[in-house]
């Protein structure tokens, strides 16, 4: 029998792959139109039940029984008018996918008739059989039930699956006992408490502000595949990686990719999945090819933060699926390929008021520049006291290929401001002990205004290789991985500015307790946060050596690996910033701690099973083959009476194969007992810290040597498509 690659190979080139989708419509024409939106919320509702349903997603107040059943009537009715069946709770546990149990709204009564029912209570409040989605023992120490709960903060959406369709309903998931087992929970409680704390501030600028929000836009990266070539690689079927695979002779070296065109069968399932998001409301923007050969990226119009969280999960949800129609697969893995670039989703992250106003962008006037000023300084005051906070809130083990590792920038968290900001906030610093008076003009001004074109300028000529950068009008926080639910990192960081922008507020009311004027309290402790953070300000190549070095000396962390990235989580300061801003309680946040270290370990165990598994059964074999090929070889030319200098190129490959197949045999031996050994450990960071250094260390290892053997083996005999056949052809 011919392998998985030759066929998915004869397969590939014996037909044409692109799949025909519909012509092009206006977006407008069709966009939202599987989103019960405020709009057909009103068509369909009575106004009492509108206004009820305003009122929570505006104030976050309890909708009634009576209102629910009226909210949940409308609903079934515009999904029935959609020819929808079924509905269900989505939620977000801690899985990082997203989860959904189906039922019908069919139901049979007492009396036998049959009919068609969803009420207030069905769209409230669920108690999923769940006890198998992680709780880090939560449940177990409490209640074995959970329960998901109504967020109508994110409007319920029908996603259709083939013929199929399903009511959709945006919820949380909470323990029994109310601890949040999910990413959403603590996003929304974040959302609460950044809001009163930013407004809080934006009051000393403009008693106009009484709402601020978040907001998010994420760009995510992504390779696609042919799904043919992909299934004939059990590791990116089981990891989402490749665990083995000798770069091609051809990487991304010409930067041929980045500026090229899309290929026609990838722009064809691209504007296939785009329609359906754009069906679903999720607003996509750009689409382009990335660096790496078969990398793409895609980038939605920025929304609310837990709207823009939601409709990344479904985004992705829909790509791979949509992918299938294609007969492509889409890999969202952080490094699925080694030796070219990896995928991030940047997370562009800024905060916009009820008066229309972006705190992040540099204002017209001299009042709104200073609390600019102010959000911004408090912001990189942020970073750089809860930075160890934000690199635990990226930590993975699919993240851990781009922080830290063989081919991947230092995971230090710094700041990139620009050179123009740089000098403003320099100026700031300048001033310690002045006595600023209030008739100072070029203190308040600070001239930002004037300087727009020259910020814009400055914002063209980006920095790259920072973590954390400003781009203008928003920061860009791009250690996020590209498979993670950017809830995770929007939580940490709207925690660890709301904790700043209180502790901002009271430095300042306690200058003005003691007879400051207001303008000079903030100037006062604009400056005093400028000084004690500066020092995660940084404007070089934040992929150099040097910076590793420069990091090191101002005492900046830098922490490679996720068991110990994660250990900031279990800090007291953590435990304390978190439970005074009401996010997790200390239970909560061990109980996550232990999610996220048992995901760690069971992610690491997997792939270690699956490279044991295809060195014994798929390389070694092919290398055992081709060796007895040669063997043959050799014995042939001997008995045919010519001497040694016939065949020692042939005797020194056959010595090279051993070599290699030895070093192969022995280094996942020592894997399994390595493995064994880990097993027996019972605490669960011991554990995932064994994992780390005792396992994982085998795996670029045995990697080496399998790499070589690819290039020493006849081409027939190799089973696993090569890294130029998964990434060249389509
Ligand atoms: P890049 O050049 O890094 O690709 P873009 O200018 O294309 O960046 O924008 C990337 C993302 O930033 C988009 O999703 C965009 O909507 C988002 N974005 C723009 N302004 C804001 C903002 N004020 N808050 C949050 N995200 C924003
Ligand atoms: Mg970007």
Redesign the pocket.
């Known amino acids: 029998m011919q392998s998985l690659r030759l066929n998915a190979l004869h397969e590939l080139f014996s037909s044409s792959k692109i799949q025909e989708v519909p012509p092009s419509k206006k977006i407008t024409s069709f966009f939202g139109e599987n989103v019960f939106d405020l709009k057909k919320a009103r068509e369909f509702m009575s106004d009492e039940a509108y206004k009820s349903l305003l009122s929570s997603i505006k104030n976050q107040t309890k909708i009634d029984r009576k209102m629910g059943d009226q909210i949940a009537a409308a609903l079934k009715g515009w999904a029935e008018s959609k020819n929808v069946t079924h509905f269900t709770h989505w939620f977000q546990p801690l899985t990082g996918a997203t989860a959904e149990k189906h039922d019908s709204f069919f139901t049979i009564k007492g009396d036998g008739t049959a009919l068609e029912e969803f009420d207030g209570a069905a769209l409230i409040q669920q108690e999923p059989d769940a006890s198998s989605f992680p709780s880090g023992g939560i449940r177990a120490t409490f209640e074995a039930r959970g329960y998901t709960a109504w967020d109508p903060s994110s409007p319920p959406f029908i996603m259709e699956i083939g013929k199929g369709k399903t009511l959709c309903i945006p919820t949380i998931f909470v323990s029994y006992t109310g601890e949040s087992l999910d990413a959403k929970t603590p996003l929304l409680k974040a959302s609460v408490a950044l809001e009163k704390a930013a407004v809080d501030v934006c009051q000393y600028f403009d008693k106009n502000i009484t709402a601020v929000s978040p ?5 995510q990266e992504y390779f696609v595949i042919d799904a043919a070539i992909a299934s004939g690689r059990p590791d990116l079927v089981m990891t989402g990686r490749t665990v083995f695979g000798h770069a091609p002779a051809k990487g991304q070296q010409l930067e041929d990719h980045y500026f090229g065109a899309i290929p026609e069968r990838v722009y064809s399932f691209m504007r296939d999945y785009e329609e359906e998001a754009y069906k679903l409301g999720i607003p996509l ?2 689409r382009h090819n990335e660096v790496a050969p078969s990398q793409f990226e895609c ?4 929304e609310e933060v837990n709207l823009a969280v939601d409709h990344n999960l479904l985004l992705m949800d829909v790509m791979s699926r949509v992918a299938k129609r294609h007969n492509l697969v889409v890999l969202l893995h952080e490094k699925p390929f080694a030796k070219i670039n990896g995928s991030g989703k ?1 997370n ?3 905060l ?1 008021t009820n008066t229309g106003v ?1 705190l ?2 540099p204002g017209k006037t001299p009042k709104t520049n200073f609390m600019f000023l102010a959000f911004f300084v408090n912001i990189i005051k942020a970073v750089h006291d809860y930075s160890d906070l934000l690199r635990a809130s990226i930590a993975s083990a699919g993240n851990d290929h781009r922080l830290g590792a063989n081919e991947a920038p230092p995971a230090i968290i710094s700041i990139f401001i620009g050179k123009y900001l740089t000098n403003v906030l320099n100026e700031v610093e300048k001033r310690v002990g002045d006595n600023f008076d209030e008739q100072d003009e070029a203190m308040l001004k600070l001239d930002i205004h004037k300087s727009i074109p020259e910020l814009m300028l400055d914002n063209t000529d980006r920095n790259r290789t920072s973590p954390f950068a400003f ?1 203008g ?2 920061f ?1 926080f791009r250690a996020v991985g590209s498979s993670e639910n950017c809830a995770a990192p929007m939580t940490v960081l709207n925690t660890i500015l709301s904790e700043t922008l209180i502790q901002f507020k009271a430095d300042v009311d306690a200058l003005i307790e003691n007879g400051e004027k207001k303008e000079i309290a903030l100037m006062q402790i604009i400056q005093k946060y400028i000084v004690e953070s500066k020092s995660v300000l940084f404007e070089g190549d934040g992929y150099s050596d040097a910076w590793e070095k420069e990091a090191e000396r101002r005492g900046l962390p830098n922490i490679k690996t996720t068991p110990l990235a994660l250990d900031a989580f279990m800090t007291e300061k953590s435990k304390k910033v978190f439970e005074r801003n009401n996010i997790y309680t200390k239970i909560e946040i061990e109980a996550r701690h232990e999610i996220l270290l048992e995901n760690y370990i069971k992610k690491i165990q997997i792939e270690a099973r699956v490279i044991g598994d295809l060195a014994s059964t798929y390389v070694l074999p092919a290398a055992i083959k081709y060796q007895n090929v040669l063997i043959k070889n050799i014995r042939g030319l001997k008995e045919l009476g010519y001497d040694e200098s016939n065949y020692t190129s042939q005797k020194q490959i056959v010595q090279k194969i051993s070599e290699h197949i030895n070093i192969i045999n022995t280094g996942v031996k020592s894997m399994i007992e390595a493995r064994k050994v880990a097993n027996e450990i019972e605490e669960t960071r011991a554990k995932a810290i064994a994992y780390c250094d005792d396992v994982k260390k085998y795996f670029d290892e045995i990697r080496y040597h399998v790499d070589k053997l690819e290039l020493l083996i006849d081409d027939e005999y190799w089973g696993l498509p090569k890294y130029r056949e998964m990434l060249f052809l389509r």
């Open positions: 907001t998010l836009g994420w760009e923007r750009t980038a939605p119009i920025f940047h562009n992250w800024s916009a972006n992040l962008a781009t009008n928003k860009e």
